[in-house]
């Protein structure tokens, strides 16, 4: 996989723009498992900047989030009983068995998941758990059917997705890697956002960051682009509601597994 979240990238924009959509995650898994369950430590798995890690402290009494990008972790927002640290997803440092809850939210699609997964079942006790996440925009502006037209042909016709890895984590998957898959779950998240937060988020994405890599696109190019063909949506009415779209996966370290 190529490594999009490198040099060159705006790393405070990165850190306030992107769409918060890992406490619904976290919120759903905790009702799953039950919620006065709560996990002495938890791992998370491609960090980021820290909004998932900060999520999971809602579940755990401390969080490690773990990313190989010190860039990334530079900008990671700070918290009580969580700390950060630069490493990869699919070698870590940390002792067998030494995590009661491994997740990956926002993530899983860029990893080796043969490789993630073995890792994560080396650093899982006995019945701890595995949670996967993943969200994406679907192109929609709540009650605005025009926007999803002007995204897929002229956004998305500008900027394509580059490629990742969408392999979901399948039952047969799962149990390949000492795992029983337990459950799955798809959620809806509409978020409110002002024309600047959805362009800085346009930015931050791999849509963009891929363009300017390749060198045809420049981010202050692609910003006055999105600025001009945003502002139409945004005429009366300084905030938007957005909608993403997002699934939960579900597994567990068996007793013996």
Known sequence: MVNYFTDGMDWARYARSRPNIHPTAVRLFRSFVGSDLRFCLALDVGCGTGQSTVALAEVAERVIGIDSSADMLKHATPWPNVEYRETRAEATPFRDGEFNLVAAGQAYHWFEHGAFLAESHRLLREVGWLLVYTSWFTGEIREEPAFRDWFEKEHLGRYPTPPRDRTPLSEELARKHGFELRGQEEFLNELGMTLEHFTDYQLST???????????????????????????????????????????????????G
Not at 206 to 223: K, L, M, Q
Request: hydrophobic share 35%; glycine share 8%.
């Open 206 to 256: 791999t849509n963009i960051i891929a363009a300017v890599r390749e060198g045809t696109e420049s981010f202050d190019n692609a910003e006055r682009w999105l600025r001009d063909s945003l502002r139409p949506f945004f005429e009366g009415s300084p905030e938007k509601p957005f909608l993403f779209n997002g699934r939960t996966w579900y597994a567990q370290k068996p007793v013996g």
